[in-house]
């Protein structure tokens, strides 16, 4: 059987978590846990990065920290995870889902001007399968109408817009360190970033169960208390440890990665030249990271045959997101601005193959094949 996703498993794994077990330390902001976030403000360049516990967490983190009220409407593509809605429903918003693009599957950026009100307060642009949304365009508008721009980059890691990481361009980014990700901390996890430093403070804080633990520890109060409101937003030493050996070997899951997404794209290419498939578009100012490889069938019923076909041959396909706007608390707490002219039909036609780190090329070959014998 050859499973959908395996989490990725670089070797280090074990010294680092034992490392983390020997040295009495084991709650969060560990040595393992600086040493991923200096990663990250080294490598993203973003100006204060914290680690979660999942992007969920770090999502729900941005949504009290841009001040989400009730009533506030958020703008989002409907073709996505539910975190993405969950974190500011939590803090009573409405959620207005906006179309999107049939090529990337990302929100249309000619469609949420549109969609904008006087109550609307933040657009969370979903990079999905880890290919940028249009980010010139989208801060554009959040500039015109001065709202706050929340990049849902879970999927993201290491992809860039016009040369820029992924999650550091809108004023807040959110990474997921979940199994099914390029790179896991041990299972779960996740990143904010920070590129508004006005909201660097707060988030301390709130991550620190609304204390100011973190200013004590630096030496700058002479006591910590409860300052504001807040949450356990600090993921284990054990998980930042598991994470360190990851971001050690980055390049070179990025490279096998993206070895094993060219070769199915070279290899369906067939089908796409007799119109039988469509992959997906990697805009030419973007660099993705293979986080995921899709093909579109012609619509539910060739796709449900084709994910049978690939069953029956021991392949673990798989489709995705079930638009938030069709499902009973999507409706409930959200509504679909304009006409949905791609949201459910593209959704409906995409089938994702077997894409993990060290996926051996035999396996690809068998699943490419049978891919080629369903369409005969
Ligand atoms: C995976 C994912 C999330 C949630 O990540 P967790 O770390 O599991 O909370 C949110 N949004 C998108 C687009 C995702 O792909």
Redesign the pocket.
Known sequence: MIPFNKPPVTGAEEQYIKQALISNKLSGDGPFGKKCQDWFEANLPARKTFLTP????A?ELAAVLIGTQPGDEIIMPSY??V??ANAFVLRGAKIVFVDIRPDTMNIDENRIEAAITPKTRAIVP?H?AGVACEMDSIMAIAERHNLYVIE?A??GMVSTYKGRALGTIGHLGAF???E??NYTSGG???LLIINDEQFTERAEIIREKGTNRNQFFRGMVDKYQWVDIGSSYLPSELQAAYLWAQLEHSTEINETRLNSWQYYWQQLQPLVLEGRVTLATIPVDCKHNAHMFYLKTSGLSERTALLEHLKSRDILGAFHYVPLHSAKAGRSFGRFHDEDRFTTNESERLVRLPMFFNIAQCELKYIVDAVLSFYG
């Open positions: 999942s992007c969920t967490a999502l996505t995870f975190s993405t979903v999905y849902d879970a999927q997921s360190f979940h099914t990700k779960e996890g996740g």
